[in-house]
């Protein structure tokens, strides 16, 4: 292998150096420009911190079943009974409603019914009636009944009605094929008044076969002036008066 001649490598180490330094130029001159400095990134402003944000609302349970739910308790129970009027309310109808009543409970509940009504100042009050109990109009209230009842919308029997009238009190309780029987035709009309002028009503409802029956109510005691049932003239008694 033959040497380089001096002047042939000192042109050659020249030219390579002066390439060298046009290359690191360039690369210089590209790197000078420097790059966009990036910035970390900074939450919202209008956003809270995560610690400040609240948790959504726990949804809270009821504490216990609604009252509409709960059934009335015995003694209102007992009260409605009275206030649908009808019949005296006897122990064995409340019986049918209320198990298990007694006869001193029945009596004791009437007491503290009567009780709340003096101290309350009502216009009526529970009275004994034909061997149970009626709600009734004061003495000092019975005029304005009277007066709402009377004149041009009062109605008066006509002699079948009071037939059946008395039919109903005399053969209580009584359905309406036997008061057909008995009056000698048929007594719909009639026993709609009756019912209507609350002097009658259902005291048996229809079961099955066996037709509803019908009796006198404590509004036909009180027109009458009648005590209970019991105070009924007799029909041996009725027959001398005519």
Same mark, same amino acid.
């Given at each position: ?11 050659? #180490?020249?030219?390579?150096? =002066?390439?060298?330094? *046009?290359?690191?130029?360039?690369? +210089? ?5 420097? +790059? ?13 911190? *995560? ?6 609302? /726990? =949804? ?7 009252? @509409? ?13 009275? $206030? ?13 409603? #209320? ?6 409970? !029945?009596?004791? +509940? ?5 009780? =709340?009504? /003096? ?9 004994? /009636?034909? %061997? ?5 109009? *004061?003495?000092? !209230? ?6 709402? !009842?009377?004149?041009? /919308? ?21 359905? =309406? ?15 709609? %008044?009756?019912?209507? #002028? ?7 409802? @229809? ?12 509004? !036909?005691?009180? %027109? $009458? ?6 105070? #009924?003239?007799?029909?041996?008694? @009725?027959? %001398?008066?005519?």
């Amino acid at each position: 292998m033959t040497e380089m001649e001096p002047s042939t490598a000192t042109t050659a #180490l020249e030219r390579s150096r =002066k390439a060298a330094a *046009k290359l690191g130029a360039a690369e +210089w001159q590209v790197d000078a420009e420097p +790059w966009p400095e990036v910035e970390p990134e900074t939450p919202p402003a209008d956003l809270p911190p *995560k610690a400040e944000i609240e948790p959504p609302p /726990r =949804k809270l349970l009821p504490a216990s079943v609604p009252d @509409a739910v709960a059934p009335p308790p015995p003694m209102s129970i007992l009260e409605a009974l009275l $206030f649908v009027g009808g019949v005296p309310l006897t122990l064995s109808a409340l019986g049918q409603v #209320l198990r298990g009543i007694t006869a001193e409970q !029945f009596a004791e +509940w009437i007491e503290i019914l009567n009780r =709340k009504y /003096r101290s309350q100042n009502r216009p009526y009050s529970i009275e004994p /009636r034909d %061997q149970g109990y009626v709600l009734s109009l *004061k003495p000092a !209230f019975r005029d304005i009944r009277d007066k709402l !009842f009377s004149g041009p /919308r009062e109605a008066r029997l006509s002699p079948a009605a009071l037939d059946v009238l008395s039919l109903i009190a005399y053969r209580r309780p009584i359905a =309406k094929p036997e008061l057909d029987a008995l009056h000698g035709a048929d007594c719909a009309n009639p026993l709609r %008044q009756l019912v209507r #002028l609350g002097l009658v009503s259902v005291v048996r409802r @229809a079961d099955g076969d066996k037709p509803a029956a019908y009796g006198p109510t404590a509004r !036909f005691l009180e %027109q $009458f002036q009648l005590a209970s049932l019991d105070d #009924l003239p007799q029909l041996g008694e @009725a027959e %001398q008066v005519a």
